[in-house]
């Protein structure tokens, strides 16, 4: 279905969970998150029944996200019936930081799951454990290569670009995907009311397109807000713009938050509480289509206008 700006919405990104095995330094506070009561949280039944209301409102895609999806249990059960029972989603995705991979890679890959993102910041593991306030870098890469052996299809690596940190490691990740024949993304930090750091990290991929000398690749790949640019030897980043090549009347996506609500634009509060209305599918159908038609226009970060909730709580 399309929105009152005309841009049809097929992507849905489904927060399972807002807890976390990592504290990001840019994603969450270091305190860590305000502990749910189990009630606050959606049982994966609910999400089934919005997904399949969503199916039937045109969405085609799913991406299952959080804070860490996978730390949910009964997350790839709920994978499976999606993928069983709702063929209209024709795409199922995740965003993972990969540490639980060795764990259910190969169901995932029985499953046939469309598209991994596996979020890797830095090839150091000092910076890495810095970053993620203790995590340890071979745990991710381990995830990333049981995906690889599992035969999942479509793996890529997400990193937000943080200036001092890893915005002068580009070439490395360009290695690290031709070696292993992985699409590599950056994406720019945002801010967060929260104040994560980006004043202190945050740095547009312009200056580090300039600063690696990269040459802009000539096809038209704008479809996962994705530019791509190249090394002069052909080795290839993508860069994902939210702040300095704002893709708002492009966009085709809505989340669900763990909580229960409709968010319809990352950095935008307005929501709609979805959780009245769970066993009564006709109405949770009808709130989840008022809603979609009401999407914002875009984001005003750079007016100031900053979410309230941090991302873990959002479903990036
Ligand atoms: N835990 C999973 C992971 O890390 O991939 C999924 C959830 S995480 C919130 C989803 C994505 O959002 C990750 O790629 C993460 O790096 C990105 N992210 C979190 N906070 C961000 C921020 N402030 N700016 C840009 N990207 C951010
Ligand atoms: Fe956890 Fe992902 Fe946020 Fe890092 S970015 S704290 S791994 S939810």
């Known amino acids: 279905m ?9 992507y849905a990104r489904i ?23 189990h009630s606050d949280i959606v049982s994966l039944d609910n999400i089934f029944d919005i997904i399949k209301a969503l199916s039937e409102l045109g969405i085609k895609k799913v991406r299952f996200t959080g804070g860490e999806p996978l730390v949910r249990n009964g997350a790839v059960d709920l994978m499976k ?10 795409d199922i995705c995740i965003t993972t930081n990969g540490v639980l991979l060795p764990q259910y890679a190969k169901e995932l890959s029985e499953i046939g799951i469309n598209g991994l993102n596996i979020s890797i910041d830095s090839f150091d593991p000092e910076k ?35 200036k001092g940190i890893n915005d002068g490691s580009i070439r490395e990740f360009a290695d690290f995907g031709l070696n292993n024949n992985t699409e590599v993304r950056f994406i720019e930090l945002m801010p967060f009311s929260f104040g994560n750091s980006y004043d202190k990290y945050g740095i547009t991929s312009k200056e580090v397109i300039e600063n690696n000398s990269l040459i802009k690749t000539e096809r038209d790949t704008f479809t996962n807000n994705t530019e791509y640019y190249q090394f002069s030897d052909g080795a290839e980043v993508g860069f994902i713009r939210p702040i300095s090549n704002k893709f708002c009347s492009k966009c085709n996506r809505i989340r669900i938050t763990a909580d229960g609500k409709m968010l319809l634009c990352l950095h935008r509060t307005d929501e709609v509480d979805l959780k009245g209305s769970f066993g009564k599918f006709d109405e949770l159908k009808g709130l989840l289509c008022e809603g979609i038609k009401n999407k914002p226009e875009g984001h005003d970060l750079c007016g100031g206008n900053l979410q309230t909730r941090a991302m873990n709580r959002i479903g990036g």
Do not use: H, W
Not at 2 to 10: A, G, K, L, Q, S
């Open 128 to 162: 890495y454990s810095f970053i993620t306030r203790g995590g340890k870098l071979d745990d991710a890469l381990k995830g990333f290569k049981c995906a690889k052996d599992a035969g999942i299809e479509n793996i890529k690596i997400n990193a937000v670009l943080l």
């Open 15 to 37: 927060s399972l969970t807002d807890k976390c095995n990592f504290r990001c330094l840019y994603c969450m506070p270091e305190c860590g998150i305000e502990k749910k009561q």
């Open 81 to 90: 019936k999606v993928r069983d029972e709702i063929p209209a989603i024709k």
């Open 2 to 10: 399309t929105d009152n700006f005309t841009r049809e919405i097929n």
